[in-house]
Structures are given as structure tokens and as C-alpha cells.
């Protein structure tokens, strides 16, 4: 479990314990669950991307299979199998750039990581501070830590979480991508290269997509060319979620976000990490099945519907695109699944039909789940005998988080499940 360590703070009720949970959903699926979303993109999912999209058995939209698994808040890195010996210890004490571990190395413990992040930071006081650090009787955890930040104008969390991507790899890209504004509503998304040719990513946004409140997540991604990956996430409130905003913006500028993602010390935490020697490559990732999909997608909106919009989530088996037939922007968005008979009985239940060839069809009208006002969800699913699943959902806005456009979706059911029972999918 987590360490927990108190400091003295004027202001206790700003001590609020910091938890990494699991992440319910791909895009913020309703808010469900609590998680720190640096900390959960640090942990990274180079491992098991296929098995989650197989495995994920809600709709689009909704609470979309568990995009990585914990206890305790444990965060879970890519890798698994037995570690290639202990860990080494943090950059405090070896900076070696590339990752290795030794049997005679200790492990990071969760005070040096809370430690490390206060002496990284500008000068002022720390509320509730909570870490975990690198052991290498659990080498399936990343290591965390997160403090309460007051330089006097107000206490403001502010996390970092490490773990090691496959250099010029699937995740090493998408760690340092600009979020996709359907989904991410953001103020801005600054891409720099450093002279030591890392690339990070910051970017302004907020905890909630749909600004329900009006905390404040500011992050910064940052991915070495030995595949160090720093997380550092901030707010505009003590906690991610559950207390008010003590301030205007998060304590750090953009450029002491990029100062403290970059800092050295991280990038030992990380060669402490036990490695597991079979992973030597990266799954092969099918990226251009995406491309294919949203064009088949494309070729079957309906005439008269312009897509305006189009774009792919991280993973390669959901497309999106956004079409208007001049009276309000609709988004469309579909899944293409193979091999997902294991989960039939959870998909098709009650009030779900067999056609003539066995392929099973549900269909569902109901509200959005993303915050937009007046956002409704119509969605077919459809699975074949041999379990090839095609979900196709339209929704009555351009984006789920923002209030709805017209009062229905541009598509009616039956072209949404003319377009999922498509033999183009097949291809």
C-alpha cells in the first residue's frame, strides 16, 4: 500500500489523501471513478491493448473496459513475468541513462519519491504527502508520489508518476500526443524538443471535459530517447476532485511543468524499475486498421451527411467522425472487435434479437454520460456467430461534453444498424 506521510500545515483541510485508482474509462467515461490521469498515462499500456479492446464490454460512450488494473491504488506498468534482478536505486544516488538493475541495487522507497518531488519544487509548504516507490517484490507497480503545494497563493496537488516506454514506440507516441479535443477539451497543447533530444507535451486543461466545476489539470508528458516517460499533473485545488478551487491556475508555470518532468532524478526511479527481459519489442500495433475502419465508416454515412470531423482513439480499433446535414454537428463513433463471444451474455441480454444468420443485434436509446447538456446516445450493438462485434453510437452533439446541437442525432436507428450489420466490415 501507499505511504502516507503527514506534515505540519496550517490549513488541514487541505490534507486530502491522494489516491490512484483504476480508470473506468478511455475518455473520462462519466467521471465513475477517481484516477489521476498522469499518473494512469505513466503506468502505460504497452501490454494487453489487444486483450482490453476484446475484453471491453460496454457500449461506446460508456464505461469502457478498464484501461489498467490495480490494487490499492497500485498502478501497473507495461511489462510482467519475473524482473531480470533488483532494482536499481534512484538518480539521488545513479543517473545512468539507460535501463538496467542489479542484484545488489536497494529498491526506491516511497519516501524518496515524495522527497525527491518536494526538493524539485519552488519554494513553499507541503500538505498530505502520499507515494509508492519501486520494489521489486511487486515489479507490476509504477512509482508515484503527489504533495499539497502552498507558495501562498493558495494549496494546489501536484503529482508525478514514472515508468519505462519502448523508445520510438506505439505508447512512447501517444504519451507525448495532444489530446483529441472531441473527447479532451483542452486550452491549450504546447509540443516541445529538449537539447537532450526528449520530447514533452504540455497541456492546459481541466479536470472535468464538460467544466462542470472549474478545477483545473495541467499536465506535462515527458519521453526520453531511452525511453524514460515522466508524468507530472497539477490543480488548481488541493485534490483532483472533492475540494473547491484555492486558486486561479496550478502553482507551476508551463515551463517549471517542463523543468520538473525533465529533472534528472526521475529518469533514475526509472532505471530502478525491474525490467522484464521478453520484452524486448513492442506488440505489433495493426495502426492502419484504424485509418481503415474510419474510412469504411466514412463510406457509410448516409448521403447527405458531411463529415467534418474524424479521428481515432489510442486504440486502433475505435474510429470516430463528426457529420452535419446543416442543422448541428453529430458525432458518430464505432468499435470493430474481433474474437468476442466470451462477453455475448453480458452484451445481449433482455430485449435483444437473433437474425436469420445467427448475428445477435441489441439497440439502446439513452442519455449521454459525459456531462453535455441534453446529450442523448443512440447506439446498436452487433455480434456475429463467430464473435466479431461492430458497436456504432450517434449522439446529438459534436462532442459528448459539450451541450447538444439538435434534438436528435443526425443518423436514425435503422441507418445506425444498417451501417453496423455492413458486410464491409468483414474486409
Not at 460496454?58 to 490494487?71: D, E, N, S
Not at 518531488?117 to 511487486?138: I, T
Not at 494549496?155 to 515508468?163: E, Y
Not at 466470451?342 to 439497440?363: I, K, M, N
Request: charged share 25%; proline share 7%.
Amino acid at each position: 500500500m501507499p505511504v502516507e506521510r503527514q506534515h505540519n500545515d496550517s490549513d488541514s483541510s487541505d490534507d486530502q489523501a491522494f489516491e490512484v485508482r483504476l480508470s473506468a474509462a478511455l475518455h473520462d467515461a462519466g467521471d465513475t471513478f477517481d484516477a489521476d490521469r498522469g499518473a494512469l498515462a505513466a503506468a502505460g499500456t504497452v501490454r494487453g491493448r489487444r486483450l482490453r479492446l476484446r475484453r471491453r464490454t460496454t457500449v461506446l460512450g460508456g464505461a469502457a473496459g478498464v484501461a489498467l488494473a490495480g490494487v490499492g491504488g497500485a498502478l501497473l506498468v507495461p511489462w510482467s513475468g519475473s524482473p531480470a534482478g533488483q532494482p536499481r536505486p534512484p538518480s539521488s544516488v545513479s543517473t545512468t541513462p539507460h535501463p538496467t538493475s542489479s542484484p545488489a541495487a536497494r529498491a526506491v522507497t516511497s519516501d524518496e519519491m515524495i522527497s525527491t518531488l518536494e526538493k524539485l519544487l519552488p519554494k513553499g509548504k507541503f500538505g498530505k504527502a502520499v507515494g509508492r516507490g519501486v520494489d521489486a517484490s511487486e515489479p507490476l507497480v509504477a512509482p508515484y508520489a503527489q504533495v499539497v503545494f502552498e507558495d501562498g497563493h493558495g494549496p494546489g496537488a501536484i503529482s508525478v508518476a514514472v515508468n519505462r516506454v519502448l523508445p520510438g514506440g506505439y505508447d512512447a507516441q501517444q504519451a507525448v500526443r495532444c489530446p483529441d479535443k472531441v473527447f479532451s477539451p483542452y486550452d491549450s497543447c504546447v509540443t516541445s524538443h529538449l537539447p537532450d533530444a526528449s520530447v514533452v507535451t504540455v497541456v492546459k486543461g481541466y479536470e472535468y471535459p464538460d467544466r462542470r466545476v472549474d478545477t483545473k489539470l495541467w499536465t506535462a508528458n515527458l519521453v526520453t530517447p531511452d525511453g524514460h516517460h515522466v508524468s507530472v499533473s497539477e490543480w488548481n485545488a488541493a485534490a483532483e476532485k472533492g475540494l473547491p478551487v484555492s486558486r486561479d491556475e496550478p502553482p507551476l508555470s508551463a515551463a517549471q511543468l517542463t523543468e520538473l518532468a525533465a529533472a534528472k532524478e526521475w529518469r533514475g526511479v526509472v532505471d530502478a524499475i525491474p525490467e522484464d527481459p521478453r520484452q524486448t519489442q513492442e506488440p505489433p500495433m495493426a495502426q492502419e486498421d484504424g485509418k481503415a475502419i474510419r474510412q469504411t465508416l466514412a463510406s457509410l454515412v448516409p448521403k447527405g451527411l458531411k463529415v467534418v470531423a474524424h479521428g481515432s482513439d489510442d486504440d486502433d480499433q475505435f474510429t470516430y467522425v463528426v457529420v452535419d446535414d446543416g442543422k448541428g454537428r453529430s458525432l458518430v463513433q464505432i468499435n470493430v472487435q474481433p474474437d468476442m463471444s466470451d462477453v455475448a451474455s453480458q452484451l445481449f441480454g433482455a430485449g435483444s434479437e437473433t437474425l436469420a444468420d445467427g448475428t445477435r443485434v441489441a439497440e439502446r436509446k439513452q442519455p449521454g454520460e459525459k456531462g453535455g447538456a441534453g446529450v442523448v446516445m443512440w447506439t446498436v450493438d452487433t455480434m456475429r456467430t463467430d464473435g466479431f462485434r461492430v458497436v456504432i453510437s450517434a449522439f446529438n452533439s459534436g462532442s459528448q461534453q459539450t451541450a447538444a446541437t439538435r434534438t436528435a442525432p443526425a443518423l436514425t436507428m435503422k441507418q445506425l444498424r444498417a451501417i453496423a450489420l455492413s458486410p464491409r466490415w468483414r474486409a
